[in-house]
């Protein structure tokens, strides 16, 4: 089929600012996360908005260029330079299903013999990380930095070290998760998937970055601003119904019903969402509601993909 | 946004009959279902698909006039009528979220105080059985056969008799379910919900009668037949996002990666897709994958979806 | 080996008095059990406490002589009473290992392909009424209520039909739990086992008659007073390594640690004690904790066990 | 209570020999445990029984001066240890019940944040090397060596080096564990606890040490040699009732109603279990049934418990 007829540069200025408002309006509910202290520094009063759209507009309001750590926004990327080297054969290791439980759950592991229902969970990103090319940690980072440029223009996603270093000094959740598929040989060296994990994790990025970062993955595959080529449509459809099943923790549900994109939050309070075959989101906003989920942030893309009509359901 | 322009009837007729070829090579694989006698009954060489567009056009290739019970192809259609009458306080008594369970697990039901996950599973859809309107099964059953007649040209879809009785004089898991919601209040009258139950999911269709009945759910809540508004775009919305979260039991997600649409299958071998703002699909093939989903169906429908770039997902 | 040694009478008899006491410290703690009305009209002041020995004693202090509802109390007695009759083969049908979970939990039940776990759980009940010998429900209990009376003596134990009807209207859980273990076809026929159990869980009893009651638990299966012979040692052993391992719901371990002995709590206030070759021991308090278990019962029980060093270990 | 009378010299030895007997009629059953190349060298033909009582006597027959290592029969005397330390305050970390699920189960730890069962699970027995005595985990073991020499007549437990390094290199479900804990907080250093576990659980015994090192046990604390407290009444009750409960996996139940009483098995094939008052029991043979229990071992146990008498259940 045709793709939609993209909105027009006016339209999207003008959404982008009447969500800006609607985000703010929520600012004072929720929290910063805290369970290490990088996390808890982060000012609850900052909402951030950009879009990036295939044919290269980009607009940003509000708070779009303060920087915050990817965490788990950074899963779907690491999740699509995995699927292009490693291909289907990940899913051997890993499945393509929701959980139905907590983001960061051991029950299914052991119920499932320590495969990881899908690659968005913590478990599962472990298990990504692990394929990700490269001898070292560092090594591998570095190459998901190279990634991660050369497919927007250049931007940069340095690690954020206290962030790693604390992520990696109170990680014991995520290093029982690597351990327990160990047992199973899900995971094959636990200290190389969790070093990974904690740097990536920690990868910096901003809403502009990261609206321009997800552009490839509403284009098929391809960044339309250099032609490279990231990972087939086959892959990338795989990323987005992944993002669309299990992107939003255990809201995955509810923001389909609100929001109605492919999305995928993170607990510094990112959430990324693609419009496929017409543009990419990334909302800002570190005050999370119990799920986990940026409460300004989820409220802003609701507005905006209601403003625009950009939900994936009509 | 604008919609995307429909495919021509050409075309959509020529995708029709590979993915009837596609389809047909999976005939053989699987089984059907035997727990009553009226399915087991089912022969496996059956496939038909149907497709209707919102601007009127109709395809019907296959077994495309055989007639096969709902089951579970019925819930969206509940869902739709009573979210339309009760709004979102039909949701403080279920929820939106994927289950990570199988369809018919009592597991989550226990750890969260008797709330079905979401109301395509069977506890959920039988809170959605308990708020049809009519003082009896009967009435309720008849007030959803006006109802389908409505949004759908007039067909008709009969309680298969024996399907119903069958499934009422076994249906020991349903009521396990009923009776745990009803200790929680989350469930009024158990006899009620499961009479009302056991009856929508013996209502009969085809392929051709079902993908006319889903055209509503691809025209934001409007059939574009009659005109009538069967609900709001809003809910319409929150019915699509549950389809594509919800829908496909235990294989949402790897739904999701193939198939890319809110969709719903059934224990008889029916899968119902919506292409939101395009058209609506339906398969029947009775032969189950071990997920209890219609192997030759799925086939075609990928078939159908790849062919015709339908994915929601690019 | 030889038994061991009776404690005197004057022993016991000045235990029995320190035990009410240290119980009656007790009282004010806890709540009485409300999800009926007839357990909700229980006197949380009432505290009674009674001892009979397999040489005839018999020992009664406080409120030793008012009557409650046996509920869960009478599971090992209808236990013993199947188990002579079906022998091992019951335990094809129900296990005989602690669950872990709540009394009337389903989890396991869907996990373990509706085999209770063991015959004190609610579920495991239900089956152990499926097994008792009559037509119908009020053969089945008129048999209990002979047996019971032959093996104590000629005690009368009559249903409290307020109690039954109130839990018979109210017992949807249970409910759910039969539907769901006939589904696995564990239970034949869920009406009548349901029908059995309501009554069975509303046969009243007394501290004094429930210690005299569970006598021949305590010497090898034969009531010391008639010489019947209600079930082989060997099955005897069963009933009490059962009551020993799953009898106080949640709290089996800690009982284990602080009485040692096997025993039976029911929702009612009543505990059941037994010490082999020894003596039985019945304590009824209505106020319970929060895991269901009399407070001033079990405190009582503590205190004698502790005086007369009656644990089994040691 | 009296204790009950010993069972003479001769009776002992007749019945050691008979069990014996009756054990060697098993061999060839089960396998031995293959997880680690250490174990699966066990000889499967081997079958060890020893007695110890409490007036002095020791009887052995068969393999009873076969070394194995101890497994998890090491976790009773590692709790008593601390127990007698620590007190009841260790019961903050870990509880006293039967967990239901697999001795090394992550399930129920998620559901009560991080607090395991009971310490003769793998989880619970962590949080025990936690609390032994030493700044490394050399001393711990050397500290828990001259312990476990103290009350068992100078006998020696040394650590199999091929053993602990092998548990050492291959424990991720351990390590898995300890990490989760340490999450809650309910474990402080995993490496010092882990490193402790290890080597604890390649301790060796032969069923003749390990039944004199079990005599405290009977003795309500007291080494009945040395006159060495171990540790006192209460807490050697508390000792008793949770291997009365837990100790036999998820066997605990069928263990009770077959032997009737305090044990502690091993996935060596090591037996230990403990007549309060009487007398102390170990049996050992290497081939395990699908529950990790020895086979043969099991059935000397039950036989020779049956010729006693020696069930707490009468």
Not at 102 to 120: D, H, M, T, Y
Not at 163 to 175: H, L, M, V
Not at 286 to 293: D, F, I, S, T
Request: aromatic content about 6%.
């Amino acid at each position: 089929m045709q793709p939609r007829p993209l909105p027009s540069h006016d339209a999207l200025r003008h959404a982008a600012d009447t969500a800006l408002a609607a985000g703010r309006s929520k600012l004072g509910e929720g929290g910063v996360a805290t369970y290490i202290p990088e996390l808890a520094k982060a000012d609850p009063r900052h909402l951030g908005l950009a879009i990036a759209t295939v044919d290269g507009q980009q607009i940003a309001v509000g708070d779009a260029d303060v920087p915050f750590t990817l965490q788990s926004a950074s899963k779907p990327f690491a999740l699509a330079r995995v699927l292009d080297i490693v291909g289907d054969a990940l899913f051997e290791k890993v499945g393509v299903e929701p959980s139905g439980d907590a983001f960061n759950s051991i029950v299914k592991l052991e119920q499932e013999q320590g495969r990881p229902r899908n690659p968005l969970i913590n478990a599962g990103a472990l298990v990504v990380c692990g394929y990700l090319p490269g001898p070292t940690a560092g090594d591998r980072i570095a190459g998901l930095q190279r990634f991660f440029a050369d497919v927007s223009g250049g931007a940069e996603y340095p690690v954020h070290e206290p962030t790693w270093r604390s992520e990696e000094a109170t990680g014991y959740r995520n290093r029982a998760l690597a351990n327990f598929m160990r047992q199973y040989g899900v995971l094959g060296e636990t200290e190389l998937a969790l070093d990974t994990y904690f740097r990536q994790s920690a990868m910096q990025a901003t809403a502009r970055t990261l609206a321009r970062l997800a552009l490839f993955l509403a284009h098929r595959g391809v960044d339309p601003g250099s032609g490279t080529v990231a990972l087939t449509p086959q892959h990338n459809r795989t990323v987005l119904a992944l993002m669309a099943t299990c992107g939003l923790y255990d809201e995955a549900g509810r923001f389909a019903t609100r929001v109605g994109l492919p999305a995928k939050s993170a607990v510094s309070g990112a959430i990324v969402a693609v419009v496929p075959g017409t543009l990419a989101i990334a909302a800002y906003s570190p005050a999370l509601n119990a799920r986990g989920n940026s409460v300004a942030g989820a409220a802003a893309l609701a507005h905006l993909t209601e403003a625009l009509g950009l939900s994936v359901f009509g």
